[in-house]
């Protein structure tokens, strides 16, 4: 049953699998009720919900990806495929479509010229892929139809939307533009930063999120109906409820976040910096991903609520995260001008708030629950000492994401260069583009290599920033 007005969300449960970062989630159709998820450990896995209506059983773990999986989505049902196919993006610049029974790909789509990072399906199997090589494809069953162009930086994400012929895209370069039947029709200017997400509201209206921490509603003929503020950096993924203009909202500032009549309704902080994407399924529930490789779903129904040591363990879980004051999350924080323990004998004003005290030289972070009617604490803020890293590998350069962004002087008085780097890349391949690239001479090879394999020593596929890196916080 769906709860009625006022209600809260909670846990529903965590699921373990994935060894890395999920980047991409879409609600299934097959099974009824279950959902696909993909990961920087290069797979895909569905997920079907378990007998007893709390869990999620994982069907099967689908490889097919040489790379880092970044997209999904669902290709409706067909004559050929009446239980729908599911398509992948990943950063091998290849898009594989899978059945919903076999974990190796039914074909492959390979024309991009860099990481996929997002797909849509639309009527009659036709799949929109964008790219960070700037353009979107439009492919039918194994063919790519056409190509779209006229961004100038990495595309993020895109939508097909329901009348015929139409498609969205988000890019980098700050804008979205609406095609029909290939020919860009408008373009929509607004966003301050990176757009990357977009979910559709109806025929004629669109929402977008970026990394300037809003969220916008556009109508399909031009016009910014509303911007919403509430995140406190990048807003990563957005997805609507079914059946009414409420959404849900994911990003960098370690948080999901509920939106109602058009107000933050509900925030919910996980113990992952960045909270990288997010689906709401057919029963309202809604899933989400992150960068600490799990998947956890939150429900507003009593019934499939995680039992209370579930829900205790991780509220623990949250209680231990590190928050690091640099990513800018809880705003400026002076220590020494903190209040002490006692601080939390008053009651928040709204869900979500958050107050920080100091307890014997520590500093905690701690976030109101209007539905629970207390402070619950959301982690320990480390000074720049102790400063526990990001591990999410956003290091951003020219609109894509980097594990590292190295700057080299060739010369003392000679300009630097920017050389972006991630650990799955050969370290003298990437030396020899980025000489080529920038007209350098050939003889630095080796020098620039071996600077790679000295500043990313020991780093597995795991941990993933060190100091080297300048984390692109905007």
Known sequence: AMAGEGSTFR????LLGHGQDVRGLTRGLFPEGGFVSVSRDRTARLWAPDGLNRGFTEMHCMSGHSNF????????????YPRGLIAT?????????????????????????NTVCSLSSGKFGTLLSGSWDTTAKVWLNDRCMM??????????AVKILPEQGLMLTG?????????????????????????????????????????????????????????????TNYIYSISVFPRCKDFVTTGEDRSLRIWKQGECAQTIRLPAQSVWCCCVLDNGDIVVGASDGIIRVFTESLERTASAEEILAFENELAQASIDPKTGDLGDINADDLPGREHLKDSGTKDGQTRLIKD?????????????????????????????????????????????VFTIDVNENGPSYK????????????????????????????????????NTKGQTLLSTSNQFSDPFTG
């Open 419 to 454: 050389l972006p780097y991630n650990i799955t890349d050969d370290p003298w391949l990437t030396a020899y583009n980025f000489l080529q690239k920038n007209d350098l001479n050939p003889m630095f090879l080796d020098q620039v290599a071996k600077f790679i394999l000295d």
């Open 69 to 80: 999986v970044s997209c999904v989505c669902i290709i409706p049902p067909s004559d050929l």
């Open 171 to 231: 890019s980098a370069d700050k804008t979205i533009k609406l095609w029909k039947a290939g020919r860009c029709e408008r373009t929509f200017t607004g966003h301050e930063d990176c757009v990357r997400g977009l979910a559709i509201l109806s025929e004629t209206e669109f929402l977008s999120c970026a990394n300037d921490a809003s969220v916008r509603r556009w109508q399909i003929s031009g016009e910014c109906l509303q911007v919403y503020y509430g995140h």
């Open 89 to 113: 993006g990943g950063n091998d610049h290849n898009i594989c479509i899978f059945t919903v029974d076999s974990p190796a790909p039914l074909y492959v789509l390979k024309g991009h010229k």
């Open 147 to 156: 190509t779209l162009q006229g961004h100038t930086a990495a595309i993020w």
């Open 11 to 14: 846990l529903r449960c965590s």
């Open 360 to 404: 014997n030289g520590k500093v905690e972070a701690y976030q109101w629950s209007v539905s629970e009617g207390r402070w619950i604490k959301i982690g320990d803020v480390v000074g720049s000492s102790g400063a526990t890293q990001q591990t999410s590998g956003k290091v951003l350069f020219e609109g894509k994401e980097y594990d590292y």
